[in-house]
């Protein structure tokens, strides 16, 4: 099949360049900067969507361009969220709109953030409420754009992100550091709930949407088991065979962070991935203990 993937040399992007290229699909990837080296005959580079004609053959969409979330939130920063959100999806739509032959499927990230911040632990399930916020404000109006796919006859599977866990980059690199210094610790109270997924995971509910025809719509994909910020810093800390006993109080992470912090760090969500659970998806990793010893033997 013909893949055109954005975001492609991104944390999950880049993984999921690797997993459907050594199945023989033919990738076309769109990166913004300049053009990624990548010596493979089956992967093309591009650093425009205008680049794709009318004729180009594409099978499946995967949409993966965004700006990384975790930095604080200057207006500046907050308008580079959007733009490379929603514009990058709205362009999407403008080349399938213009396609002979219209893709058979466009899987879009979104993230958890759409239900906004939770300070309980009640499980979100997909038709959950949200309560209000940047965070939910950006998911949304990035959904809003990838679901314009369906007027054009695309089946379209729109994935709400956790916190994706995984080698070589994402939120577990940022914190490996300091954790094997022994100043890792829980965040504030450390009750806050920790929705996270194993990227592999992740990989296997894009070829899960790619195979089974009958999926669409809104899925969260987290596994099913979250945890407190306090009982996934014992574990990784167990895990690197470290002491986690300095934390770090609410009022540092409002100074160094701000709105991020709060949203992101000091407030969770209990989501749980019930569509996917419902579609027979089977997970990987259910618990976060036999996660982080998978991801941190791997690295040794």
Known sequence: MNFLITGGTGFIG?????FFSNQGHKITILVHKNKAI????NITV?????????GFPIDIIINLAGTPISKKWTKSYKVELINSRINTTKNLINVISKLKNKPKLLISA???????????????????????????????AWENEA?????????????RFGIVLGKNGG???????PFKLGLGGKIASGKQIFSWVHLEDVIRVFDFFITNKNTKGIYNVTAPAPVTNEEFTKALGKTLNRFTILGMPAFIIKILFG????????????????RLIDAGFKFYYNNIDQALTMLINDRK
């Open 14 to 18: 880049n993984q999921t360049v690797d």
């Open 110 to 140: 979104s993230a958890i953030g759409y239900y906004g911040s939770h300070n309980d632990n009640h499980p979100l399930t997909e038709d959950a409420k949200f309560h209000d916020g940047f965070t939910h404000q950006l998911c949304k």
């Open 147 to 159: 679901k314009e796919a369906n007027k054009y006859g695309v089946r379209t599977c729109i994935a």
């Open 171 to 177: 939120a577990l690199e940022k914190m490996l550091l």
């Open 259 to 274: 709105e991020m912090g709060e949203e992101l760090l000091l407030k969770g969500q209990y989501v749980v991935p019930q």
């Open 38 to 41: 990548i010596n493979k005959s």
């Open 46 to 54: 591009i650093n425009n969507l205008s680049e794709i004609a009318a």
